[in-house]
């Protein structure tokens, strides 16, 4: 009888990145990004707010790659920082190259989502949808993959923040619900996607004599 090599331990148990250090400071720097942006907004005449989602305009297209950058002032930006830094940290558990995958899945399709059914003349921006599609991505990925410690990660997260959850629904004049629920679903995709992949790279048993 052939033993079966143990299961790869990469991202279909870890609740850490692997390298946590070089990955927080990564967060940090990513969050920085956010704030040159919002004191460049804040200190020129550039209105980078402009740059926006702008649904159904060909204009407002290119919005989808700066939206998640920009914040409509100071406490826009402050209230986005702790989960934005918190949720994408976890997210690295994967590894890097995993990491921007996801990220890149729920800032395109996200944004996408907002240019097909937010509201025409308006400009959507902020880290909200991604805050929302991480979210739900640490939410979702442990039953996917069927991974305990992963699992109780997800529930001590909604213990805590699941209540923004509810900004997926429509009623919140200035919120751009859309974001939030097309960063949920693609975060919701992303999990599934990452959990089958992950199931694939496990090696097989092989029985012998």
């Known amino acids: 009888m052939v033993v079966p090599a143990p299961a790869s331990r990469r991202s279909i148990a870890r609740v850490l990145p692997p390298a946590p250090v070089r990955s927080l400071f990564f967060m940090l720097l990513f969050t920085g990004v956010l704030y040159i942006a919002e004191f460049v907004d804040q200190l020129t005449a550039l209105r980078l707010d402009d740059d926006g989602i702008v649904p159904r305009t ?29 949720f994408g940290f976890l997210a690295m558990a994967g590894g890097f190259r995993q990491f921007v995958v996801v990220t890149a899945m729920i800032w395109l399709l996200g944004g996408l989502g907002v240019w097909l059914i937010g509201p025409a003349n308006t400009s959507t921006i902020g880290a909200s949808g991604l805050i929302f599609g991480w979210l739900v991505f640490l939410l979702a990925r442990g039953f996917f993959a069927r991974s305990g410690r992963q699992i109780l990660l997800a529930v001590a997260l909604f213990v805590i923040w699941g209540g923004i959850l509810f900004g997926i629904l429509p009623g919140q004049a200035g919120i751009s619900w859309q974001a939030h629920l097309f960063g949920a679903v693609a975060g919701l995709l992303a999990a599934r996607l990452v959990a089958r992949a992950d199931r694939r790279s496990r090696p097989a048993p092989i029985l012998g004599a």
């Not at 002032?73 to 402050?78: D, K, T, V």
């Open 58 to 86: 060909l204009d407002g297209l290119d919005g989808i790659l700066w939206a998640p950058l920009l914040h409509a002032g100071w406490p826009h930006l402050l209230a986005n920082t702790v989960p934005f830094l918190v």
